[in-house]
């Protein structure tokens, strides 16, 4: 069945509330991982990642500067790999910092990638940093984020390694069951000449969102305080 570029555009806008949902830890999750074992780090994991909207935003924005599978497989790669860096070492050294600091950073990461789409730094007359770089730093950062919420949980001593793995391979299976759609509405959509429109639009929205998401974790850091 093809799909023309209304229904595509019809499927993202439907696709995006959901990635407003707040994946915040919950009594539920922590008490799903007090009695599910080792799996249950799996479980909370791929819900955690596939409720994290501002993960998922950034991603969006690096997806629609690439054109190739081949590209899209590399850079996913980079990230994944900068994440599970800090996911992993971070909360097995029991690293930690405020989390609505962290999420600010990755809020603006989100807000870094919409700019860059929209060809801010070649209107500033500034060279763009180098994408493959800039994508591994954030995902170290975002990996980062990611470990501040699974140390809020109560993980107790045992099995501590293999809990974080189980929750980072929930990481990676959530991360994929995300991209699969947005992968296929991108791609459907660059093959119609709105293209160009939606493709402004929707980096439009990363940078509004990136400056609002960034000025809640702010709010919440200060309120917090």
């Keep these: 069945m093809r799909i023309n570029f209304k229904q595509a555009l019809l499927l993202f806008v439907l696709l995006f509330p959901f990635l407003g949902l707040a994946h915040d830890v919950t009594s539920a999750d922590q008490e799903i991982l007090h009695n599910g ?10 819900t955690h990642m596939l409720t994290g909207y501002d993960h998922l935003l950034f991603l969006t924005g690096v997806l629609f500067f690439l054109n190739s599978f ?31 600091l962290v999420d600010a950073v990755i809020a603006l990461s989100v807000l870094y990638k919409g700019f860059e789409n929209l060809g801010g730094f070649e209107k500033l007359k500034i060279q763009s940093p180098n994408l493959l770089m800039m994508v591994g730093l954030f995902g170290l950062i975002h990996g980062f984020g990611l470990s501040t919420r699974l140390q809020s949980f109560d993980m107790g001593e045992e ?28 791609t459907t959509c660059r093959k119609y000449p709105q293209f160009p429109a939606f493709y402004k639009a929707v980096n ?10 960034f000025a809640y974790q702010i709010y919440g850091y200060f309120v917090g305080h």
Excluded: S
């Design 159 to 186: 099995q501590l390694m293999a809990k974080i793995l189980g929750f980072n391979l929930g990481v990676e299976i959530g991360q994929i069951l995300a991209l699969i759609p947005i992968v296929f509405v991108i």
């Design 70 to 100: 081949k590209d899209i497989l590399k850079f996913i790669t980079v990230f994944t790999i900068g994440h599970c860096i800090t996911l992993i070492g971070a909360t097995y050294a029991g690293i930690t910092a405020n989390e609505h």
């Design 37 to 46: 074992g080792l799996w249950a780090y799996v479980r909370v994991g791929a």
């Design 204 to 213: 439009w929205y990363l940078v509004l969102a990136g400056i609002g998401l």
